[in-house]
């Protein structure tokens, strides 16, 4: 099991951008494929990106498509997300997962970055 930990959130302004890494600790991280959420305090957490192990296969969000990228660099087990031109809306701490290609759950969480972005 991999162990996450999550940087790069911030206070931006509309328009901006931001890098979010996630940092994954333990064997393996090419067998993992990864996700990012997020989640704004009293909704649902809503599904970001994900990416395969590989790095081949990613999907993103309606709510982000040409705005966020998705990557990752498994010689430095870490994840990545792009954020160009920031909307408040996407104002959330942001989590990223991970999930064993064995299992069907997610197996580890980071603790979550801050995103706020200003009018």
């Known amino acids: 099991q991999v162990q996450l930990v999550e940087s790069g959130g911030g206070l931006v302004q509309a328009g901006g951008s931001l890098r979010l890494s996630c940092a994954a600790s333990?064997?393996?991280?090419?067998?993992?494929?990864m996700v990012w959420f997020r989640q704004v305090p009293g909704k649902e957490r809503e599904f970001v990106a994900s990416?395969?192990?590989?790095?081949?296969?990613?999907t993103v969000a309606n709510s982000v498509k040409g705005r966020f990228t998705i990557s990752r660099d498994n010689a430095k087990n870490t994840l990545y997300l792009q954020m160009n031109s920031l909307k408040p809306e996407d104002t959330a701490v942001y989590y990223c997962?991970?999930?064993?290609?064995?299992?069907?759950?997610?197996?580890?969480w980071g603790q979550g970055t801050q995103v706020t972005v200003s009018s």
């Open positions: 997962a991970a999930r064993y290609y064995l299992n069907s759950n997610y197996d580890s």
């Open positions: 990416i395969s192990g590989s790095g081949g296969s990613t």
């Open positions: 333990g064997r393996n991280f090419k067998m993992y494929s």
